[in-house]
C-alpha cells in the first residue's frame, strides 16, 4: 500500500535531520501514536490529522503545547512553524 501524504511529509521531516532509516521511525512514530495501522493504512485520527495538512497540523501541536487554540497562530511555510498572531488594540470611539 503506497504511504499517505501525512507519512511521507513525516518521512522527508526526519530524514532532513539525518536520519539513515527515516521510512521506518516515521511509520514507528505513526503506529504508536495512533495514526496508522500495521499494514499503513490511516486510522480516523490519522485522517483527521492529515485533512488539516502540514500548515494545520504545525498550528495545533503549537496551540496544544501553549494552551491556546490554533486559530490564534499563523504559519511560516519557509520555517514550517506556527507563531502567536498578534492581538489588536481595542480603539475607543471616543476621543
Not at 2 to 30: F, M, Y
Not at 70 to 79: S, V
Request: charged share 30%; with cysteine; proline share 4%.
Amino acid at each position: 500500500m503506497p504511504n499517505s501524504p501525512l507519512e511521507t511529509r513525516l518521512t522527508r521531516q526526519i530524514a532532513s535531520c539525518g536520519e539513515k532509516d527515516a521510512a521506518a521511525v516515521a511509520h514507528g512514530l505513526l503506529l504508536n501514536c495512533g495514526h496508522i495501522k500495521a499494514g499503513a493504512e490511516l486510522t480516523g485520527a490519522g485522517k483527521t490529522r492529515q485533512d488539516l495538512g502540514g500548515h494545520g497540523r504545525t498550528k495545533d501541536r503549537e496551540a496544544k503545547q501553549r494552551g491556546n487554540k490554533a486559530r490564534d497562530y499563523k504559519y511560516d511555510a519557509k520555517t514550517n512553524t506556527a507563531t502567536l498572531k498578534k492581538k489588536r488594540a481595542l480603539t475607543s470611539p471616543c476621543p
